[in-house]
Nanobody, 124 residues
């Protein structure tokens, strides 16, 4: 198994920036693509972005394009979600997820392993 732990969530003001981290352990992380998802109370889990296993390509949802970016460093077994220009509607629990594979994966059902989530709250 691979274990994932998110960190970095906090209360921030609109317009602020924040970096979330996803730290992996347990198996060879270089074999796993990673996705970021978020879920607000009463809403469906929403795709945020994904990065391939070697960090060569990534994709983020249209709703966050131009503001969010994903990166990874497999020597550190870590994936980051960098969030700029945060808005109140970005408030959610953010989860990272992983699956073995060489592609990008866009839906929650495609992922096998999940972290516990970290809360991001954007409020003035």
């Amino acid at each position: 198994q691979v274990q994932l732990v998110e960190s970095g969530g906090k209360l921030v003001r609109p317009g602020d920036s924040l970096r979330l981290s996803c730290a992996a352990s347990g198996r060879a992380f270089v074999n796993y693509a990673v996705g970021w998802f978020r879920q607000a109370p009463g809403k469906e889990r929403e795709f945020v972005g994904t990065i391939d296993r070697d960090g060569r390509i990534s994709h983020v949802a249209d709703s966050v394009k131009g503001r969010f970016a994903i990166s990874r460093d497999n020597t550190l077994d870590t994936v980051w979600l960098r969030m700029n220009g945060l808005r109140p509607e970005d408030t959610a629990i953010y989860y990272c997820a992983a699956r073995a594979g060489a592609e990008l994966y866009y839906t929650h059902s495609q992922y096998n392993y999940w972290g516990q989530g970290t809360q991001v709250t954007v409020a003035s």
